[in-house]
């Protein structure tokens, strides 16, 4: 009998004595020995649900049917697993898949009627809600929806759905929510509430036993090699584990002769040279930071050692670089690291190092004398029509000074030239981020969105400029052309399509607020003062359901 069947055997025997942990060590072992063997794995699938690990189960339930694709059994593990995770439909198709192979399994038929006795439930619970003849009686009587109820936008979009509820616009109504509350009886907000922290449980208690099994394996190794040490490397690993307490102390001179020691005793340990290198690094010396890491991996070529430790002497070099300002250096080093091991903290650093590469390049750039002449270019070329050209100078006059906000504004009087409106917007956009006080920007804007025939955005944008200057002629005549383009009906039927703006009208503290400001309109500046109430406002002001003088 080999190796693996021996260990198979006392993991049956210790899951039949419900000794779960040691059943799942013992196959393992086991799969470690004989990896194409798909007994091994569905066994552990059985001790993996056993102990609740469902997630871990259906992997190795996957990996039966892999191994081994006319296995019966492997579909019938895989069934009960995926039915433990609510994952009817797919067990279901385990179950079907299984039965092709062996017809006459009980457990497999039972299975598969009990999973198509979920899915028929399932689909009975999700029944078109909206059918309810009671249904605008359970929505008034509703404290969820009461108050919905006094919308007539609301109640257009109940009579809609009650026709079509499969309208995916409809249902992404944020109002959906409380609605399906009432109907169904359910607080769904609470549900998902319950399942995300449900999730988030599973996910804790996942990550702590793989945390839990690395760690014994961890020490399992480190059993195992001390075994095989020469009493020269057991020394020498007891010097290195006192130059790692050293270090966590920040005795990092005490922790330098530790590991100057332990390498003294076993020169073919590379991870010696890098923890001194580490050393060094935290004393700010990063010269000898990186001769430390270079002897590692020197070191390392010569015996072929484990790509990751080379990884780590590159990686090492890289911070020591980034220290010293050294940035392409720290590039280069950081490459030949993700070379040797693809790790995502190097990964991360390497990106860091790139970013501050290109901020330096784009600061090294800025030159507002320059950025003056490349828009006087830009100027020229508006003037002759070539508004591409125009552009170009524009875009290298906003890279030279990018606080300028007369660049983005002539630029975007370029894209509205090229009927490029959104660009032309954006433009605008930045503009005013530089300068709020600049009115071209606004009036620009305006042109932009009256090109698009949003009127009230356009109306919104001309309105800034008539606070910023009342006698300007350019925004006086683009607010009334906004204004005669709408009649009040169509601008509300419009802006009561927005779900954001349904939002802000039935929030029942900004209903307070618009009612007072209606009473008493010095109330304005108050409410302005807070920026969660402005955003609100002026969205309401954007879609031309108000107006403040």
Same mark, same amino acid.
């Given at each position: 009998?080999?190796? &693996?069947? #021996?260990?198979?055997?006392?993991?049956?025997?210790?899951?039949?004595?419900?000794?779960?942990?040691?059943?799942?060590?013992?196959?393992?072992?086991?799969?470690?020995? +004989?990896?194409?063997?798909?007994?091994?794995?569905?066994?552990?699938?059985?001790?993996? /649900?056993? &102990?609740?690990?469902?997630?871990?189960?259906?992997?190795?339930?996957?990996?039966?049917?892999?191994? @081994?694709?006319?296995?019966?059994?492997?579909?019938?593990?895989?069934?009960?697993? #995926?039915?433990?995770?609510?994952?009817?439909?797919?067990?279901?198709?385990?179950?079907?898949?299984?039965?092709?192979?062996? %017809?006459?399994? !009980?457990?497999?038929?039972?299975?598969?009627?009990?999973?198509?006795?979920?899915?028929?439930?399932?689909?009975?619970?999700?029944?078109?809600?909206?059918?309810?003849?009671?249904?605008?009686?359970?929505?008034?009587?509703?404290?969820?929806?009461?108050?919905?109820?006094?919308?007539?936008?609301?109640?257009?979009?109940?009579?809609?759905?009650?026709?079509?509820?499969?309208?995916?616009?409809?249902?992404?109504?944020?109002?959906? !929510?409380?609605?399906?509350?009432?109907?169904?009886?359910? +607080?769904?907000?609470?549900?998902?509430?319950? $399942?995300?922290?449900?999730?988030?449980?599973?996910?804790?208690?996942?990550?702590?036993?793989?945390?839990?099994?690395?760690?014994?394996?961890? =020490?399992?190794?480190?059993?195992?090699?001390?075994?095989?040490?020469?009493?020269?490397?057991?020394?020498?690993?007891?010097?290195?584990?006192?130059?790692? +307490?050293?270090?966590?102390?920040?005795?990092?001179?005490?922790?330098?002769?530790?590991?100057?020691? &332990?390498? =003294?005793?076993? *020169?073919?340990?590379?991870?010696?040279?890098?923890? @001194?290198?580490?050393?060094?690094?935290?004393?700010?010396?990063?010269?000898?930071?990186?001769?430390?890491?270079?002897?590692?991996?020197?070191?390392?070529?010569?015996?072929?050692?484990?790509?990751? *430790?080379?990884?780590?002497?590159?990686?090492?070099?890289?911070?020591?670089?980034?220290?010293?300002?050294?940035?392409? +250096?720290?590039?280069?080093?950081?490459?030949?690291?993700?070379?040797?091991?693809?790790?995502?903290?190097? #990964?991360?650093?390497? *990106? *860091?190092?790139?970013?501050?590469?290109?901020?330096?390049?784009?600061?090294?750039?800025?030159?507002? =004398?320059?950025?003056?002449?490349?828009?006087?270019?830009?100027?020229?070329?508006?003037?002759?029509?070539?508004?591409?050209?125009?552009?170009?100078?524009?875009?290298?006059?906003?890279?030279?000074?990018?606080?300028?906000?007369?660049?983005?504004?002539?630029?975007?009087?370029?894209?509205?030239?090229?009927?490029?409106?959104?660009?032309?917007?954006?433009?605008? $956009?930045?503009?005013?981020? @530089? $300068?709020?006080?600049?009115?071209?920007?606004?009036?620009?804007?305006?042109?932009?969105?009256?090109?698009?025939?949003?009127?009230?955005?356009?109306?919104?944008?001309?309105?800034?400029?008539?606070?910023? $200057?009342?006698?300007?002629?350019?925004?006086?005549?683009?607010?009334?052309?906004?204004?005669?383009?709408?009649?009040?009906?169509?601008?509300?039927?419009?802006?009561?399509?927005?779900?954001? !703006?349904?939002?802000?009208?039935?929030?029942?503290?900004?209903?307070?607020?618009?009612?007072?400001?209606?009473?008493? %309109?010095?109330?304005?500046?108050?409410?302005?003062?807070?920026?969660?109430? /402005?955003?609100?406002?002026?969205?309401?002001?954007?879609?031309?359901?108000? /107006?403040?003088?």
């Amino acid at each position: 009998m080999s190796q &693996a069947e #021996l260990l198979k055997n006392k993991g049956n025997e210790a899951l039949q004595a419900n000794n779960l942990t040691e059943a799942i060590n013992l196959y393992s072992e086991a799969i470690k020995l +004989d990896s194409k063997n798909h007994v091994l794995y569905s066994n552990r699938s059985a001790a993996y /649900a056993k &102990a609740e690990r469902y997630y871990e189960a259906l992997a190795d339930a996957e990996k039966t049917v892999q191994l @081994k694709p006319n296995w019966a059994k492997g579909y019938s593990r895989k069934g009960t697993i #995926l039915a433990f995770l609510h994952r009817h439909e797919e067990a279901a198709e385990a179950y079907r898949e299984g039965l092709k192979y062996e %017809p006459d399994n !009980v457990q497999m038929r039972e299975g598969l009627r009990d999973a198509e006795k979920q899915i028929t439930s399932e689909g009975e619970t999700i029944k078109n809600p909206f059918t309810d003849p009671n249904i605008f009686d359970k929505l008034r009587n509703h404290p969820k929806t009461r108050e919905l109820m006094n919308d007539p936008s609301y109640v257009q979009l109940i009579r809609e759905l009650q026709h079509d509820p499969t309208e995916s616009s409809k249902m992404q109504d944020p109002r959906i !929510v409380p609605t399906l509350s009432a109907l169904l009886g359910i +607080d769904l907000e609470e549900v998902a509430e319950d $399942d995300m922290r449900r999730k988030e449980e599973l996910e804790r208690e996942k990550r702590k036993r793989d945390e839990e099994r690395h760690k014994k394996e961890e =020490e399992e190794e480190q059993r195992r090699q001390q075994e095989q040490m020469t009493p020269e490397q057991r020394e020498a690993a007891l010097a290195k584990e006192q130059g790692n +307490d050293a270090y966590k102390r920040k005795d990092f001179d005490a922790a330098i002769r530790h590991y100057e020691r &332990a390498f =003294e005793l076993d *020169q073919t340990n590379i991870s010696l040279l890098t923890n @001194k290198a580490a050393a060094y690094f935290e004393r700010n010396e990063y010269d000898r930071c990186i001769e430390e890491c270079q002897r590692a991996i020197e070191l390392g070529r010569e015996l072929r050692a484990d790509y990751a *430790q080379v990884a780590k002497a590159y990686a090492r070099i890289g911070n020591a670089y980034m220290k010293q300002e050294r940035y392409e +250096d720290a590039v280069v080093h950081y490459n030949k690291s993700l070379s040797e091991h693809r790790a995502p903290d190097v #990964l991360k650093r390497l *990106q *860091q190092a790139e970013r501050v590469i290109a901020e330096k390049k784009r600061l090294s750039y800025i030159n507002p =004398e320059l950025a003056v002449e490349e828009r006087n270019k830009g100027n020229e070329c508006f003037q002759k029509g070539q508004y591409p050209n125009a552009i170009k100078h524009y875009t290298e006059a906003i890279k030279r000074d990018p606080d300028d906000p007369k660049a983005y504004s002539n630029r975007a009087a370029c894209y509205t030239k090229l009927a490029e409106f959104r660009l032309a917007i954006s433009d605008c $956009d930045e503009a005013i981020k @530089k $300068d709020v006080h600049f009115i071209k920007a606004y009036l620009r804007k305006g042109a932009a969105l009256q090109a698009l025939k949003e009127f009230s955005k356009a109306s919104a944008a001309y309105q800034k400029a008539l606070e910023l $200057d009342p006698a300007c002629q350019e925004a006086i005549d683009g607010y009334r052309t906004c204004n005669m383009n709408e009649s009040p009906e169509e601008v509300r039927s419009r802006a009561l399509k927005d779900p954001e !703006v349904q939002q802000i009208l039935t929030d029942p503290a900004m209903k307070l607020i618009l009612e007072q400001m209606q009473m008493e %309109p010095k109330a304005v500046s108050d409410h302005l003062k807070n920026p969660v109430i /402005a955003t609100k406002i002026q969205k309401l002001i954007e879609a031309g359901l108000i /107006a403040i003088r």
